[in-house]
């Protein structure tokens, strides 16, 4: 079983940064495919917001490219998103996942709320 605890979210104002963590734990079976970060605003369906996949290659949905940045620390078994330039429409839950050769993992979720 694989536990994901996501911290760092909280208020910001628009054009502001913010970086939201991942922690993993746990016993990943094999390699790790995918992991990544998700987002849902209320109404609206979950969408990917970044995504590393088989540990190099990064992706990115054009609302968030160029302004947000996954990265992972290895010897933590930390992801993070680095948040920046950011919208009111950037406001929602934050989650990240992990997909190992088993199982796709979810955090519980961070808010993130852009408002002045």
């Known amino acids: 079983q694989v536990q994901l605890v996501e911290s760092g979210g909280g208020l910001v104002q628009p054009g502001g940064s913010l970086r939201i963590s991942c922690a993993a734990s746990?016993?990943?079976?094999?390699?790790?495919?995918?992991m990544g970060w998700s987002r849902q605003a209320p109404g609206k369906q979950r969408e990917p917001v970044a995504i590393?996949?088989?540990?190099?290659?990064?992706n990115y949905p054009d609302s968030v490219k160029g302004r947000f940045t996954i990265s992972r620390d290895r010897g933590s078994n930390t992801m993070y998103l680095q948040m920046n330039s950011q919208k009111f429409e950037d406001t929602a839950v934050y989650y990240c996942?992990?997909?190992?050769?088993?199982?796709?993992?979810w955090g519980q979720g961070t808010q993130v709320t852009v408002s002045s």
């Open positions: 996942y992990l997909q190992d050769i088993t199982h796709m993992y």
């Open positions: 746990g016993n990943i079976k094999g390699r790790i495919i995918a």
């Open positions: 590393i996949v088989n540990d190099d290659g990064t």
